[in-house]
């Protein structure tokens, strides 16, 4: 509208400017000059009109730009605040995004936390039951060796028992036999002595002499031999007990081979 008013303003005084001219003319003249005046009038009125129009038309031109100018100013302002609008709620959203992957992220890690926490008491759970296990396996394997190395402690010194009592008997018998050599050496010799000297032969002769040494001679072969015989019957008694101690020795040997491979086949 600021532009129609500066056109009215100057159209208005051109056109009353004619008008009063021409009625100023049509006071002193002819009818002729009337109609020329009427005719100049009807021009006036007319070019007034005209310019009237013409004022009013680019009035309204003007102010139509102006409404063009406001309304792409304002379209631009409100693209402009949609547009802030539009990145303040794309901030908003990749705020709220960031957040919520951070939420997220740590709610992972709280998870991953605790699994690892349960995985290690497994672990170690596991690692206590496997361990308990292998200790009652080897227990029950150590008193399983136990058990045989007394049963055979047990056994041996029941052997020695009865290798000592056999010891016993034979130094008995030994000593016995070596007090019957020896008294029937003694009453050998005094018969012998008798009948060399009913035959006047005294122990001193040569012949007196080698009998008695003969019977002397025979009663120590006797006794070497009861020796002999002893030394053979105490040897197989030791060795008895001494091959007793060696199978308990192979014995205990093989269980303990026989139970690291299960101890292993088990447990690797």
């Known amino acids: 509208m600021g532009g129609i008013t500066p056109l009215v303003t100057t159209a208005l005084p051109l056109a009353n400017s004619v008008i009063g001219t021409v009625r100023t003319a049509s006071t002193g003249q002819s009818s002729a000059a009337a109609q020329q005046a009427a005719a100049q009038q009807a021009a006036a009125e007319l070019e007034y009109k005209r310019q009237q129009d013409a004022a009013q038309a680019a ?4 102010a139509l730009e102006q409404k063009y100018r406001e309304e792409a100013a304002a379209a631009e302002r409100s693209a402009q605040a949609a547009a802030t609008a539009r990145q303040q709620q794309a901030q908003l959203e990749a705020e709220a995004q960031a957040r919520q992957w951070a939420h997220d992220a740590e709610l992972r890690q709280q998870e991953q936390e605790l699994q690892r926490q349960k ?3 497994s672990a170690a759970a ?5 361990a308990k296990e292998m200790d009652d396996f080897r227990s029950s394997q150590e008193q399983t060796l136990a058990q045989l190395r007394a049963s055979q402690e047990e056994a041996v010194r029941g052997k020695e028992t009865d290798a000592q009592t056999q010891l016993s008997q034979l130094t008995a018998a030994a000593d016995a036999a ?14 012998t002595r008798a009948g060399l000297g009913a035959r006047g032969v005294t122990a001193q002769d040569g012949s007196g002499e080698a009998i008695l040494l003969g019977l002397t001679n025979s009663s120590e ?4 031999d009861a020796q002999a015989t002893d030394q053979l019957k105490r040897a197989a008694i030791q060795q008895s ?16 081979d026989r139970q690291r491979l299960e101890y292993m086949s088990k447990f690797f």
């Not at 070596?178 to 018969?191: G, P």
């Not at 091959?243 to 093989?254: D, G, I, P, T, W």
Request: proline fraction near 0%.
């Open 59 to 62: 009035a309204a031109q003007a």
């Open 119 to 121: 995985d290690e008491a």
């Open 126 to 130: 596991a690692a206590a039951a496997r």
């Open 178 to 191: 070596e007090q019957r050599r020896l008294a029937a050496l003694r009453q050998a010799v005094s018969k």
């Open 221 to 224: 072969t006797e006794r070497k």
């Open 241 to 256: 007990l001494d091959e007793a101690k060696r199978r308990n020795l192979l014995e205990l040997s093989q269980l303990a």
